[in-house]
């Protein structure tokens, strides 16, 4: 199937490692110009290197893109790279920028959420703001953040306070720019992402001693997936790269869940 976005360049942060990871290999697959950012230089180079073996045209930068100054360094290097970005994907974690871990309400600061809403809320703001003007000069784009599925329904077998209040406000952020920015031909949409074996998921189990072949029977006990399993990075890839395509043209305003199932509501 031809998506039809070959020569386009292709902004992807967090994109070293986990469902940022096969977002950008998958790009690069499409024949995207494709940039890495991470905020590490290591895992940057490497990341870059792997694409580029692969046969894919690839650049990257390390940045913290919890920062302003840092999201202008990081977009105007692709514009120096490959050209303006016409496909950005929002991929920032809690912590960052410095946020603190979970917690319960009785013991968060309102320190902890102002950063949390930093880290996960205001560096899609900063991304967006960036990119949004050559965006429209060009009259395509596509915007996309991958969320969490807990900004809808907030899971209560575990605590992400500051995950589930910092990931609702970009929800209704991409909503409103869904309306201001289609006259444009640029779309904005959530992927609302459930358990997917990342990495930092994997050290999850990890640290709660599950065996690598009980994952699965871990979470159907605990979290009532209907499929019964963890999700797959390329996966929840393969819908942001759909999304990002022209025949995802028409899909804007959205927030779609990637989660076996495990979101209740009908709508």
Not at 3 to 16: E, P, W
Not at 171 to 178: F, G, I, Q, R, W
Not at 206 to 225: M, P, S
Request: net charge negative.
């Amino acid at each position: 199937m031809d998506l039809g976005i070959g020569g386009r360049v292709a902004f992807v942060s967090g994109g070293t490692k986990g469902i940022g990871r096969a977002v950008a290999e998958q790009f690069a697959k499409e024949g995207c110009h494709v940039v890495v950012t991470g905020r590490g230089e290591e895992g940057v180079a490497e990341t870059v290197a792997a694409l580029r073996e692969a046969g894919g045209s690839a650049a990257g930068i390390a940045a913290d893109l919890t920062k302003p100054d840092e999201v202008e360094r990081a977009v105007q290097f692709a514009r120096d790279t490959f050209g303006s970005p016409d496909i950005v994907v929002s991929n920032v974690h809690l912590g960052a920028g410095g946020a603190a871990g979970e917690g319960t309400f009785d013991t968060l600061t309102d320190a902890d959420y102002m950063a949390a809403f930093n880290d996960l809320a205001m560096s899609v703001v900063y991304l967006t703001r960036a990119v949004v003007p050559d965006m429209k000069a060009k009259r395509w784009g596509r915007l996309i953040n991958i969320g969490s599925a807990a900004a809808k329904e907030p899971p209560p077998e575990i605590e992400h306070l500051l995950h589930n209040v910092a990931r609702a406000p970009v929800v209704v952020l991409n909503k409103t720019l869904a309306n201001d920015l289609g006259p444009f031909g640029i779309t904005v949409n959530t992927v609302g992402t459930g358990w997917i074996l990342t990495p930092s998921v994997q050290r999850f189990a990890d640290e709660l001693n599950i065996g690598k072949n009980n994952i699965d029977d871990f979470i159907r006990k605990n979290f009532h997936i209907p499929l019964n399993r963890f999700g797959k990075p390329e996966e929840e890839a393969g819908l942001i790269v759909f999304l990002a395509s022209e025949l995802g043209g028409y899909i804007t305003g959205t927030w779609i869940p990637v989660d076996g199932g495990m979101h209740r509501s009908a709508w």
